[in-house]
C-alpha cells in the first residue's frame, strides 16, 4: 500500500484569516476590560484558530515577561517542532491584530494540553490573569488538563491568604473587577496552589535555570503520550481505503463509535488502522495507541497491556497492574465520561478486548479502532470494514517500488513481474518480500525459478510464499531470523550482535541481508522489528506442529515450557529459553538449568538461583535476569561462556528489589567472557559495582541508575571498554579520573546527569568518537578535550552552568563533525581557531546569547544555528557546502554577508536590527526563505530571481518597506508564476496571502 505520485501540479491563489496561518511577534495591546481594570493578558507561541497547542504560558508581563518567561518561552519553542507543531502559545507574540483577545486566549487555553501559571507578584492585580486562570482551571476540571503552577518570587501563603506585596497589588486593583472575576479568581488561585507548585525562589536554591529544565522535562515526558505514530514508506492504493473507514468513523456523530478492521494477515491493517488514528489524532486530547496486541500479551501479560492504556490515557508514568481485574477497572475509571481515540492493534480474543474496553463509558465523541483478522471477534453494534487485497495495477506499482526502486518493470522484465505479482494473491506484505528477493537480479532464468516456486503454493497460504525468502538464506541468516521471531522483537540490536558474533554467525552482515529482503527492519533507537506475519512464520519453522516441545530449539510458550519441565529427562535440544514468573519458579524448582545443557539464551524473572549450579549452563552466552534480588544463593556458578548479563529494571519494579553494588554475584559468578552489562532502572546502585573482575567488558549501560553517585576507579580496568552510557543518573556528581585509562572507549553518554566537571584524564582517550553531555550540569569543558583526535560528536547543549570561553588547542579536534551548544545561555566564546576543524559540519549555537563574537568557520560546514551579540559576521561566502543558515536572535547584527549560492535554506528571526540581506540573486539553489520578526529590515531586493524557492515565508515587518501594504509586494505576481514555489506566506495587516502549489 502506498501514496500515488501525482506528476500534475497548480497553482492555487488565496486569501485567508492571518490567525489561522503566522506566527507573529506583536508587543501586547493594553486592551481594558469592561470593567477598566489592568487587563493586559497572558503569554504562547503560534496561532489559534483551527491549530492545537502543546503549552499555554499564563504571566503577567511586567513581572516576567523579559527574565523567566522569556527563558521557558524560547526552550519551549525551539523543541517544539521536534515534538509537536504547534508547540506553545504565547498571547503577546501570537495574537494578530483585529482580533478578539478573549475569544481567542479562551479558544488556546481550551486547545491547549498544558498550562503553565507564572504567578507573580502583581499577576492578581491583572483581571485578564484572572479570568485566564479561571478557565485554565475549569479547563483542568472539564479536560483533565495538566496545569503546572510556578510561584514566582511569591509565597503560597500569601497568594492563598491574599498577603505580602501579592496580597497588596490585588487588592488595589480588585475594585475594579467585575464581581464574577474577583469571587472566582480567588477560588482558582487557591485551587491552583493546592496543586505541586514550583516556587521559584526554592526550587534549585533559586537557580531558574534549573527550573526551566525541570518543567521542560516534565512537559516532554508528557509530550510522549502526544505524539502520532509513524507511518511506513512507499504506500500504494491509500486514499480510497482512508476515505471509506473516515465514512465509518463520521466525526460528525456525538456517540461512541468503535471500528472494526479486519482482514488476513499481512494484507495492511496495521497501516490503514495507524493513518486513521493519526488523521484524527489531534482532535482528541486523550489518546492511545496500542500496537501487535497479541504478541503483547503472549509476551508480558495483558496486564502489562492493561497498564500501557492506563498510563497513556492518563499521560502518567506507566505503573504495574497486578491482576487484569484491576486493570479493567483503572480503565473503566480513567476513560469514564473522556472523549478517547484508542487503537487496538491485532487483537486475536474478544476476551482482550472485554479487558481492555470491556465496560468503559466513553464520552461523547470517542472513537476505538480495532484491527483482528478474525471477523467473529467483533460485536455486532461496531462498525465493521473488511480490507481486501490490491488489484493487479496497484500489486505491480508496489512490487516494483521494492524490486527496482520505481514505477514500473524495465520491458524486459514486465511479462515476468506480472507473472509473479498474480501469484501474491494481492497481499502487500507478500508483494514487499518478493520484491526485495528479487531485487538487483537480472538472471531471467532466476526470475523464471522463483516464479516456478510461487506457483506452486496456493494464494491463501500466505507463509508458504514468504518461506521462499526464508529458505534462500544462509544456516546464520536463518537463526538469527528465528532467534528475532521468537525471543528479540523490541531488543537493541546491538545487544543481539554480541550474541551472534560469539557464535560466529557474522551479524552485520546477515543483519544488512535480512533487511535488504525485507524480513526484519531496524528501528526506534536500534530496535529489531518483524510484521507479525513473519514472526509467525518464523515461530512455526522454530517450533513445526509434528514436533514436541522437547524436541525444539527454542522455546517461548509458558504452557509448554512448563510440560518440558515437568518432564525428568534432560532437553538437549533446547538452545534457548524464555520464561515468566511462574515458569522461572518451576525451572529453578526442578532444576532445569541441570537437565538443558545446551542453553544459550535464558530468560527469567523474579527468581534466585539456588544450590550448587557446577557444571550448569556452561555453554550459555545470554542471560537476562529480570528482577534479580540483592541476595544471592548459589554456589559453583560458573557462566565461562557468558557474554550478556541483563539485569535492568523497568517501571514495575520498586527500588527494594534492586541489586546493590554489594550484591554477592558480582564475585560469586564466573563471567570471565561478560561483554554487555546491563543494569538500567537498578536504583539500588549508589555506585558502580568493583568492575576489576569483568577485563573484557565492551559495554556498560547504567542509564537511569537514580541513586548512582559516583563511577569509581574500579571503571579504569575495563580496558576494552567501548560504550558507557550514564545517561538519566540524576545524582551523578562524581567520575574517577581513572576514566582517562579507557583506551577503547568510543561512546561516552553523561546527559542528564549532576556532574559539573570532567577529569582532565578525558583527553587520554585516544578513541572517544562521540561525548554526549546534554543537560548536565557541567561548568567546564576541560583543556584537554582538544586532544580527542577522533571525536566526531560533541553535545554540551542545554547545559545552564557551562560558561565563559570555549578553547581548542591548535591542531585538536580534527575530526570533530557535530558541535552542539545549543542553550547553554553563559557561553561567551568560541576557540578562535574554530575554522580549523576542518571536519565539522554541524555547528549548533541557538540560544547561545552571551556569545560575543562568531569568529571564522570551517569550509566544510553543512549546518550553522546562531545566536549571538555581534553586529556583524565573519564572511561566509567560503561555505560551499552550506546546507543550511539559521540566525536566531541575532539582537545587534545589522547585516548578513555574502552566502555561497549553493545554500537551500536560509531562516532569520528575531534580529531586529537587520537592516539587509545578502544579495538574494545570487543565490540560485534557495529553496525556503523565512525572515521572521526582523523589524529594522529595509531591503529585499530579488525575490523573484529566486527561480528554485519553494517555499517563502516572510512576517508583517515586510510591511515596513512597502508602505503598510502587502498587496505592493510587487515580486508576489512573479512568485505566482513561479514553478517551483510549494508554498509562500506574506502577512499584512489584517489578511496572509497563500501561495500554495499543490499535488493533484
Not at 532467534?483 to 546477515?510: E, Q, V
Not at 566526531?792 to 591548535?810: F, T
Request: charged letters at 30%; aromatic letters at 6%; hydrophobic letters at 35%.
Amino acid at each position: 500500500m502506498g501514496k500515488h505520485r501525482s506528476k500534475q501540479r497548480r497553482m492555487r491563489v488565496r486569501d485567508t484569516d492571518a490567525s489561522s496561518l503566522t506566527i507573529s511577534k506583536r508587543p501586547r495591546p493594553d486592551v481594558p476590560s469592561a470593567s477598566g481594570a489592568n487587563s493586559d493578558p497572558p503569554a504562547s507561541s503560534t496561532s489559534v484558530n483551527g491549530n492545537n497547542y502543546h503549552v499555554f504560558l499564563s504571566f503577567r508581563g511586567p513581572d516576567t515577561r523579559k527574565g523567566f518567561v522569556d527563558h521557558l518561552y524560547q526552550r519551549l519553542k525551539a523543541l517544539g517542532p521536534r515534538y509537536h507543531p504547534n508547540s506553545v502559545f504565547r498571547d503577546d507574540e501570537d495574537l494578530p491584530f483585529g482580533e478578539k483577545i478573549g475569544e481567542n486566549l479562551i479558544s488556546a487555553i481550551e486547545r491547549s494540553k498544558v498550562s503553565i501559571p507564572v504567578i507573580s507578584e502583581n499577576y492578581a492585580a491583572s483581571e485578564w490573569c484572572l479570568r485566564e486562570l479561571i478557565h485554565i482551571m475549569e479547563c483542568k476540571e472539564s479536560r483533565g488538563q495538566k496545569v503546572l503552577p510556578v510561584l514566582y518570587k511569591v509565597k503560597p501563603k500569601h497568594v492563598r491568604k491574599l498577603k505580602g506585596a501579592f496580597g497588596k497589588a490585588y487588592k488595589s486593583c480588585k475594585d475594579k473587577f467585575e464581581k464574577e472575576v474577583e469571587q472566582q479568581g480567588l477560588l482558582a488561585l487557591r485551587k491552583a496552589v493546592d496543586l505541586r507548585v514550583f516556587e521559584s525562589e526554592k526550587f534549585a536554591d533559586g537557580h531558574e535555570g534549573e527550573l526551566v529544565n525541570k518543567l521542560v522535562e516534565i512537559i516532554l515526558r508528557e509530550e510522549q503520550h502526544d505524539l502520532p505514530p509513524d507511518l511506513p514508506e512507499n504506500l500504494v492504493a491509500i486514499e480510497d481505503r482512508v476515505a471509506e473507514v473516515m465514512e465509518l468513523v463520521d466525526l460528525a456523530r456525538p456517540d461512541t463509535r468503535i471500528i472494526g478492521i479486519w482482514g488476513m494477515g499481512g494484507i495492511g491493517k496495521t497501516t490503514l488502522a495507524t493513518i486513521i488514528y493519526k488523521k484524527l489524532f489531534d482532535k482528541f486530547q486523550c489518546h492511545s495507541s496500542l500496537q501487535d496486541i497479541r504478541e503483547e500479551i503472549n509476551c508480558k501479560g495483558v496486564e502489562h497491556v492493561q497498564s500501557l492504556l492506563i498510563s497513556e490515557i492518563t499521560k502518567s508514568p506507566p505503573h504495574s497492574v497486578p491482576k487484569s481485574a484491576i486493570g479493567i477497572a483503572r480503565i473503566q475509571s480513567s476513560c469514564e465520561n473522556k472523549k478517547v481515540l484508542i487503537l487496538l492493534d491485532d487483537v486475536d480474543h474478544r476476551d482482550h478486548l472485554d479487558k481492555l474496553i470491556g465496560g468503559c463509558n466513553f464520552g461523547s465523541g470517542s472513537r476505538i479502532i480495532i484491527t483482528c483478522r478474525d471477523k467473529t471477534l467483533f460485536k455486532s453494534d461496531y462498525e465493521i470494514y473488511e480490507l481486501k487485497e490490491m488489484n493487479s495495477e496497484q500489486s505491480l506499482l508496489l512490487f516494483s517500488r521494492y524490486a527496482f526502486e520505481a514505477e514500473q518493470p524495465p520491458k524486459d522484465l514486465v511479462t515476468l513481474s506480472s507473472a509473479i505479482v498474480a501469484t501474491t494473491g494481492g497481499l502487500p506484505l507478500a508483494l514487499m518480500v518478493v520484491g526485495s528477493l528479487l531485487k538487483g537480479e537480472k538472471d531471467q532464468m532466476i526470475w523464471k525459478e522463483r516464479l516456478e516456486k510461487l506457483r506452486k503454493v496456493p494464494h491463501v497460504d500466505v507463509q508458504k510464499k514468504l518461506k521462499i525468502s526464508y529458505d534462500s538464506l544462509g544456516h546464520a541468516e536463518k537463526e538469527m531470523f528465528l532467534d528475532i521471531a521468537c525471543f528479540l522483537i523490541g531488543t537493541d540490536k546491538r545487544i543481539a550482535t554480541y550474541f551472534w558474533a560469539d557464535l560466529k554467525f557474522f551479524p552485520l552482515t546477515g543483519l544488512q541481508i535480512l533487511i535488504n529482503r525485507s524480513l526484519i527492519k531496524i528501528e526506534d533507537k536500534n530496535k529489531l522489528r518483524m510484521h507479525d506475519q513473519l514472526r509467525d512464520l518464523g515461530r512455526a519453522i522454530a517450533h513445526p506442529a509434528y514436533k514436541k516441545p522437547w524436541d525444539c530449539s527454542r522455546l517461548w510458550d509458558k504452557e509448554e515450557v512448563m510440560e518440558v519441565l515437568r518432564r525428568k529427562v534432560d532437553s538437549e535440544n533446547i538452545e534457548a529459553l524464555r520464561l515468566d514468573q511462574r515458569g522461572s519458579r518451576e525451572f529453578i524448582r526442578r532444576e532445569g538449568f541441570k537437565k538443558m545443557p545446551n542453553l544459550k539464551f535464558l530468560h527469567v524473572k523474579d527468581v534466585n538461583f539456588d544450590g550448587d549450579l557446577k557444571e550448569s549452563l556452561t555453554k550459555l552466552r545470554w542471560l537476562k535476569w529480570e528482577g534479580c534480588c540483592d541476595s544471592f544463593k548459589p554456589t559453583n556458578f560458573r557462566l565461562e561462556k557468558l557474554v550478556i548479563l541483563d539485569l535492568s529494571l523497568d517501571y514495575s519494579y520498586h527500588s527494594q528489589n534492586s541489586i546493590s553494588e554489594n550484591w554477592s554475584g558480582w564475585s560469586s559468578i564466573k563471567m570471565k567472557k561478560l561483554k554487555f552489562l546491563i543494569l538500567s532502572g537498578c536504583t539500588g546502585l549508589k555506585r558502580n559495582p568493583d568492575l576489576c573482575v569483568f577485563k573484557n567488558l565492551e559495554e556498560l549501560i547504567l542509564e537511569g541508575c537514580n541513586n548512582l553517585k559516583k563511577i569509581d576507579p574500579s571503571i579504569g580496568a575495563l580496558k576494552q571498554l567501548k560504550r558507557l552510557n550514564a545517561h538519566g543518573c540524576l545524582q551523578l556528581t562524581d567520575i574517577s579520573p581513572s576514566i582517562g585509562k579507557l583506551g577503547e572507549l568510543v561512546v561516552l553518554n553523561l546527559s542528564r546527569t549532576s556532574i559539573t566537571g570532567l577529569p582532565e584524564s578525558i583527553g587520554e582517550l585516544n578513541k572517544l568518537e562521540i561525548l554526549w553531555l546534554h543537560l548536565s550540569k557541567i561548568k567546564m569543558l576541560p583543556s584537554s578535550i582538544g586532544k580527542l583526535q577522533r571525536l566526531k560528536e560533541l553535545d554540551a547543549s542545554e547545559c545552564y552552568h557551562l560558561k565563559g570561553q570555549i578553547r581548542v588547542d591548535k591542531g585538536g579536534l580534527f575530526s570533530l563533525k557535530t558541535l552542539r551548544l545549543g542553550w547553554s545561555r553563559k557561553i561567551s566564546g568560541l576557540p578562535e581557531n574554530l575554522d580549523q576543524l576542518s571536519s565539522l559540519k554541524h555547528l549548533d549555537l541557538r540560544g547561545c546569547e552571551k556569545l560575543r563574537s562568531f569568529p571564522k568557520p570551517p569550509c566544510n560546514l553543512k549546518s550553522l544555528w546562531l545566536t549571538c551579540r555581534s553586529n556583524e559576521l565573519p564572511s561566509l561566502s567560503h561555505l560551499n557546502h552550506l546546507q543550511e543558515l539559521y540566525l536566531s536572535s541575532c539582537e545587534s547584527l545589522q547585516s548578513i554577508p555574502e552566502l555561497p549560492s549553493c545554500i537551500p535554506k536560509l531562516r532569520i528571526c528575531r534580529c531586529p536590527k537587520l537592516e539587509r540581506l545578502p544579495k538574494l540573486s545570487d543565490l540560485e539553489f534557495l529553496l525556503e526563505l523565512q525572515v521572521r520578526e526582523c523589524g529594522g529590515l529595509k531591503k529585499l531586493d530579488g525575490l523573484e530571481t529566486l527561480k528554485s524557492l519553494r517555499r517563502l515565508d516572510l512576517d508583517s515587518s515586510i510591511l515596513n518597506y512597502c508602505d503598510g501594504n502587502a498587496d505592493k509586494l510587487h515580486p508576489i505576481r512573479d512568485l505566482e508564476k513561479s514553478g517551483s514555489l510549494k508554498v509562500g506566506l506574506i502577512f499584512g495587516a489584517a489578511s496572509v496571502r497563500v501561495y500554495r502549489l499543490l499535488s493533484g
